[in-house]
């Protein structure tokens, strides 16, 4: 059974910094896609932010984001970690952790079957 879990949520001002982690079980870590996908307060979207390609050993963030927000793969922990620095309040939202790809664009929700069940952020002005 693949389970995903994400720690690191919560309030901060903007400026500041936080780290989520996603601990992963069930399936192959290193052989699979692994992503961070946010959605904004009022928003259905899912907005992929970053992902781990593990056959590869590659990590892509959204063009945007780069530079602030970094990804991290620990393949022994099976965990995924995504630093998020210089906050601004339009990165508030839920953060979802997703796996196991069906083929596709990784930063495209319908591509994973499995997700988190999300952390909060909070960025306050």
């Known amino acids: 059974e693949v389970e995903l879990v994400e720690f690191g949520g919560g309030s901060v001002q903007a400026g500041g910094s936080l780290r989520l982690s996603c601990e992963t079980s069930?399936?192959?870590?290193?052989?699979?896609?692994m992503a961070w996908f946010r959605q904004a307060p009022g928003k259905s979207e899912r907005v992929g932010v970053a992902?781990?390609?593990?056959?590869?050993?590659?990590?892509h963030v959204r063009d945007s984001l780069e530079g602030r927000f970094t990804f991290s793969a620990d393949t022994v922990k099976t965990t995924g970690y995504l630093q998020m620095d210089s906050l601004e309040p339009e990165d508030t939202g839920v953060y979802y952790c997703?796996?196991?790809?069906?083929?596709?664009?990784?930063?495209?929700?319908?591509?994973?079957?499995?997700w988190g069940r999300g952390t909060q952020v909070i960025v306050s002005s």
């Open positions: 992902l781990y390609d593990g056959s590869r050993n590659k990590i």
């Open positions: 069930g399936y192959a870590f290193t052989s699979d896609w």
């Open positions: 997703a796996a196991v790809s069906r083929g596709g664009d990784g930063f495209r929700p319908t591509t994973y079957r499995y």
